[in-house]
């Protein structure tokens, strides 16, 4: 999209801009003066001393000729030769005390500047005191007003060298970094503007000079402050509404909207994306993660990240107090299946820094596992990781698994099926799997003697319209109707997972690469959401949550529609929506449902000892028939998948699972 654009720089904007050439030689120059100081702290040193003592003589001859307007009257001179080398040794020996020689010039700061003024401040008492002394306890023949004009002077001397020093210091970094990157130039930098307080955008503004870093050109800054009115913040304007972002976006044609912390909430960039995308302009959007790399002077480029998706999302990830699952996992032999995948291998990662004995890895997918096996060895060396190439469902697989890995105490069941379409389309292979699976693991688990069985299930697993649905709504039932044993199982169900392998997130990602369109089922469908992360965290919180047979339920917060969802990873992508990238609705696929839910109607939950990890209430075992095991196995080895859909629409009440969508997707 063509932007209407302003069609020169303004006048702001022109005063501002560098001349190339000039400013080369500037560089070259610093670089010349500062590379011996740079080499010697013996010469800095001397360099220091030397410095001061020529300011202390000077800055004591221009402070009288100022008092006389430029005539020192004769009389005058004897006191003055007869004072000056109190003032050296005074001054000198304040500078010794304080310690204020041994500062970096190059790095010289606020804090710097008040050290100096308290330093010659307290040295101008102190020689006020000691030539009153020297002068026989009178001072008659000496200009009272010396005593307060000469450690001004003093202090402006000692301040400006510093200053100049720094600046020298500035264009030779700068100066460094261009000779890294000859083919850089401002007009292939991106526009910044930045959205945070002023004193957060001062930090990033100096820290940027003081390391060089090529992030891009700072165009503008926006604070919330409305009482402050618009000004300049280090050459750069300021202004204080945030709902002229677009206008102000516009007019300095801003190509990457910069966060600062705390400016960086979802409700913030949501606001700036919104107004931003009414105007239809394409910008990318940044965020600086943490206000102590500014603080410190450790922000550099790779430090800022891109806005995702996540920090959009109207909800706040939830946190624990780690000692739960420290307590739960620590010194345990555990071992997760589907290790390999989105939700498993972050239930490994987690696990893995909770000190557990054991961690066991099985999974059918030899890259997968491969994958997550090399990984934790890197980033937990003395963790003792055993991996497990098999089926789930094979029950020879899994009894060889734990035979090798010793005694079990814990089994993560991830492993499953749960792209709904595809499942549509391979009835057998889901019930086998995501089913029967289940079945076997919680047997194996079961005959050895393991302590708790966690099983990863699905918000879709409640009144299910899909496959995918009914089989983790069976798998539920597999583990809850088992006769009592050591083993306690649980269930545990939550919704969608951003960035998961087969997520509409990665989907949208790769679409959007490929320039469009991104494909939406319908402009209402909605959906639950929660990073990988915070999935896993909450899944293991869950099984540390006392009890046997239960159904646990995260809370998902609000729902977020797909469509939103899709609109906004394209802005944050730094296009317009139906403009850049168009949204094209694909309607919905047999076995989608618009909305999901957490709970049927008869369902009823009650809160656990863990704040957002809820649990079913009524016995769902009650008055009803267990799941026929014998029957689901003879209906996968007959392959027959309208026979699995007529058995789970007959054990699901609530569900719709008429539709024949194997014979639909064959049409």
């Known amino acids: ?133 020297a002068l026989g306890f009178t001072h008659t023949t000496y200009p009272r007003a010396i005593f307060i004009i000469y450690p001004a002077l003093l202090v402006a001397w000692e301040l400006g060298g510093r200053g100049v020093l720094r600046w020298l210091n500035d264009m030779r970094r700068q100066a460094a970094q261009g000779d890294a990157n000859p083919g850089y130039s401002a007009a292939d930098t991106d526009r910044l503007l930045l959205v945070g307080r002023p004193s957060e955008s001062d930090e990033l503004i100096r820290s940027l000079r003081r390391s060089g870093a090529r992030l891009g050109e700072i165009v503008a800054t926006i604070s919330e402050d409305k009482n402050r009115g ?170 060889l698994a734990f035979h090798r890995a010793g005694s079990i105490d814990i089994l993560f069941h991830a492993a499953a099926y749960k792209h709904v379409d595809l499942m549509e389309r391979n009835p057998v292979a889901c019930f086998r799997n995501n089913t029967l699976g289940t079945a076997t693991a919680a047997a194996v688990a079961q005959a050895e003697g393991v302590e708790h069985f966690i099983l990863v299930s699905t918000d879709k697993a409640v009144r299910p319209t899909s496959l995918m649905g009914a089989s983790k709504r069976l798998a539920e039932r597999c583990i809850i109707e088992r006769q009592d044993s050591k083993t306690q199982f649980k269930a545990v169900r939550f919704g969608n997972v951003l960035g998961s392998s087969g997520s509409v997130v990665p989907i949208f990602r790769e679409q959007i690469a490929r320039g469009g369109p991104v494909t939406v089922t319908t402009p209402d469908v909605t959906r639950y959401f929660m990073t990988i992360p915070e999935a896993a965290q909450l899944v293991l919180v869950a099984a540390a949550v006392g009890g046997d047979r239960r159904i646990l339920v995260l809370e998902m917060g609000e729902p977020v529609k797909i469509d939103t969802l899709a609109r906004q990873m394209i802005e944050l992508s730094g296009f317009v929506p ?3 990238i168009k949204v094209e609705y694909t309607g919905l696929k047999p076995g989608e449902k618009e909305y999901e839910e957490l709970l049927t109607d008869e369902e009823n939950i009650v809160p656990t000892e863990q704040e957002g990890i809820w649990v079913l209430a009524a016995d769902e075992a009650v008055n009803r028939e267990p799941v026929d095991l014998d029957r689901l196995s003879r209906l996968v080895i007959d392959e027959d998948g309208d026979g699995l859909r007529e058995y789970a629409q007959e054990v699901i009440c609530e569900g719709n699972l008429s539709r024949d969508a194997t014979a639909e997707s064959a049409s």
């Open 230 to 399: 618009d000004t300049s913040l280090q050459g750069v304007p300021l202004f204080s509404d945030l709902d002229r972002v677009a206008e102000i976006a516009e007019r300095f044609e801003v190509t990457s909207v910069l966060f600062l912390p705390p400016f960086g909430s979802p409700a913030t960039i949501r606001t700036v994306m919104k107004k931003l995308g009414e105007s239809q302009q394409s910008v990318s959007y940044r965020v600086v993660p943490a206000l102590a790399d500014l603080a410190s002077g450790r922000m550099e480029a790779g430090g800022i990240r891109r806005v995702e998706i996540e920090d959009v999302l109207n909800r706040k990830p939830r946190t624990f107090d780690p000692e739960i699952l420290a307590n739960f996992l620590r010194g345990r032999r555990i071992l997760v299946t589907g290790a390999g995948g989105s939700i498993g291998s972050e239930l490994c990662r987690q696990i893995a820094a909770a000190d557990p004995e054991v961690l066991a890895l099985f999974d059918h997918s030899e890259y997968a596992l491969f994958e997550i096996e090399n990984e934790l060895a890197r980033s937990f060396p003395n963790l003792k990781v055993q991996a497990f190439a098999g089926n789930v469902g094979n029950h020879d697989d899994l009894s």
């Open 578 to 580: 139906d403009v850049d």
């Open 1 to 133: 999209m063509s932007l209407h654009r302003r069609p020169g720089a303004t006048s702001f904007e022109r005063l501002n801009m560098p001349e190339k050439s000039s400013q080369r030689g500037l560089q070259r120059l610093s670089e010349f003066l500062l590379r011996p100081l740079r080499r010697s702290e013996k010469l800095r040193r001397s360099a220091v001393f030397a410095w001061l003592t020529l300011g202390i003589v000077f800055c004591y001859f221009l402070a009288f000729f100022l008092r006389y307007d430029g005539h020192i009257p004769l009389t005058d001179w004897p006191v003055i030769w007869k004072t000056l080398p109190i003032a050296v040794v005074v001054f000198i020996a304040i500078t010794v005390i304080f310690g204020i020689y041994r500062g970096l010039w190059s790095f010289f700061s606020f804090e710097d500047c008040v050290r100096h003024g308290l330093a010659f401040g307290l040295g101008g008492l102190v020689f006020l005191g000691v030539v009153w002394i």
